[in-house]
C-alpha cells in the first residue's frame, strides 16, 4: 500500500522568511496529492493540493510542487506570519482510494 | 454552509465499555472516511464507505465496527475499549474519491 513520509517533523522559522516540507510517497498510481493544516485540537483543513497532471500549484503565500518520476511534493510557504504556526500534513491517494498521511510537521514562526 | 457534523464531541468510557460515534456528512457526499488521532500522531485511517458500501478498511481493530445507513450518516462502534483507544476520532466527507476530504471537528474519546 501507499506510504508517504515526510520532513522535517519539526521546521523554526523566522517570520517573513520562507518555510519548505517535502514528502516523499512510494506507489506510482499516487494521483491526487492534498496539505492539510491542523491547528491544536483542530481538524485538519485543507490548504492546497495538486493532481499528478500538474507540476507547480500557487494560492497566495502557499505553493506546491510535484515530481512525479521522483515521487516527491514539497510545500512553499512564503513571508511567513504567525498564524502559519500549526501541525502540516501531507498527504497521498490513488484518487479512487484511501487518503494517506504522513506523519506531519509542526512549523514554529519564531517573532 | 453545512460541515461534517460529528457527535458527540467529547466522551468518557471506561475499559471494557462500548461507544458508538456518529459522523452526518456534508448533503450529497457519497464517501465517508474514519480516521484515528492519538496525541501527537498524524491520523490514521480506520475504513472507508462509499455509496453506503465498505470501499477500504486500514489498521482497525477487530473490535471495531462501522457501517453507513440509508442516509449517509455513519457510525463508529468500538467495543472492549482499550487506554490506548483515547484518541481524537475524525471522520470526512468528500464528493468523490480523489477530491477533497472535509473534516468533521472529531470527537475525543478518553478511555479511563
Known amino acids: 500500500g501507499e506510504n508517504v513520509e515526510q520532513h522535517p517533523s519539526t521546521l523554526s522559522v523566522q517570520e517573513g522568511d520562507s518555510a519548505v516540507i517535502k514528502c516523499t510517497y512510494s506507489?506510482?498510481?499516487?494521483?491526487?496529492f492534498p496539505w492539510y493544516k491542523q491547528e491544536l485540537g483542530k481538524r485538519p483543513q485543507l490548504i492546497i493540493d495538486i493532481r499528478s497532471n500538474v507540476g507547480e500549484k500557487k494560492d497566495q503565500r502557499i505553493a506546491v510542487t510535484l515530481n512525479k518520476t521522483a515521487k516527491h511534493f514539497s510545500l512553499h510557504i512564503t513571508e511567513t506570519q504567525p498564524e502559519d504556526s500549526a501541525v502540516y500534513f501531507c498527504a497521498a491517494s490513488r484518487g479512487d482510494d484511501k487518503i494517506i498521511f504522513g506523519k506531519g510537521t509542526r512549523l514554529h514562526i519564531l517573532p | 454552509a453545512a460541515g461534517v457534523i460529528q457527535s458527540p464531541r467529547h466522551l468518557i468510557k471506561e475499559k471494557r465499555e462500548t461507544a458508538t460515534l456518529k459522523c452526518y456528512p456534508i448533503p450529497r457526499h457519497d464517501t465517508v472516511y474514519w480516521y484515528q488521532q492519538g496525541p501527537g500522531q498524524d491520523p490514521q485511517f480506520l475504513i472507508s464507505?462509499?455509496?453506503?458500501?465498505?470501499?477500504d478498511k486500514g489498521s482497525i481493530p477487530d473490535r471495531f465496527s462501522a457501517q453507513q445507513f440509508s442516509d449517509y450518516h455513519s457510525e463508529l462502534n468500538m467495543s472492549s475499549l482499550e487506554l490506548g483507544d483515547s484518541a481524537l476520532y475524525f471522520c470526512?466527507?468528500?464528493?468523490?474519491?480523489?477530491?477533497?476530504?472535509?473534516f468533521g471537528q472529531g470527537t475525543r474519546l478518553t478511555v479511563v
Open positions: 470526512a466527507s468528500l464528493p468523490g474519491a480523489g477530491t477533497e476530504a472535509f
Open positions: 464507505f462509499y455509496e453506503k458500501m465498505q470501499s
Open positions: 506507489d506510482s498510481a499516487s494521483n491526487y
